[in-house]
């Protein structure tokens, strides 16, 4: 059975979509990966036929048949909204990854995602990853403080604001940054280390 990784937010902007290529791109070197695209928009689907080491699939059938697909890890990215079928795809996924920008508003946009989360009893399967960082700033530590309310693991590894994520999804290449490599393969680990 594959390990599904579902990355959702409620709140647009917070870099869901690139941080779900970079870590399926990340996973890839190993393991054999499809990221299911549920965001209307299709960011990702339209740059399918771009990625030739993992698919990208805008999925159209029943969620139940999701574990069943081929695939070691099955990324999915959602919408910046509530969809009928969230709280399905959040009872399937072995962990969900809820990415959040470190702002005051990024958190209190983020809180009906936690609600989700708690409703689906997935709490002990989230973590929450600060995602576009922005370099010495004061703001990420207070983001942390009130993140704790939330009462959901948050990554250790925090992803900064680097254009060689972005990058990376437009011309299809491998992360060159050392600083992006190395977030994203610890972010990596946390995962696969939540999901042993």
Wanted: charged letters at 20%; one cysteine or more; glycine letters at 2%.
């Amino acid at each position: 059975m594959p390990k599904i990784i579902l990355l959702t937010s409620q709140k647009g902007g917070v870099g869901k979509s690139t941080l779900t290529f970079n870590l399926a791109k990340c996973f890839a070197k190993s393991a054999n990966i499809v990221i299911l695209d549920f965001d209307t928009q299709g960011s990702l689907s339209q740059i399918s036929e771009l990625v030739s080491n993992f698919k990208i699939l805008q999925y159209k059938r029943e969620i139940k048949e999701i574990p069943l697909l081929p695939y070691d890890f099955i990324f999915i990215d959602t919408p910046p909204y509530f969809t009928d079928n969230l709280m399905d795809l959040i009872k399937i996924s072995d962990i969900v990854l809820l990415p959040i920008k470190p702002g005051v508003l990024d958190v209190l946009a983020s809180k009906n995602s936690v609600d989700f989360i708690i409703q689906a009893n997935k709490e002990n399967n989230a973590m929450i990853v600060l995602n576009m960082v922005k370099p010495n700033t004061t703001l990420t530590l207070d983001v942390l403080i009130s993140l704790e309310e939330f009462n959901l693991p948050i990554a250790k590894t925090t992803i900064s604001d680097l254009v060689a994520y972005t990058r990376s999804v437009i011309l299809n290449t491998d992360l060159k940054d050392s600083r992006a490599i190395s977030q994203m393969e610890n972010l990596s680990r946390e995962i696969l280390m939540k999901l042993i």
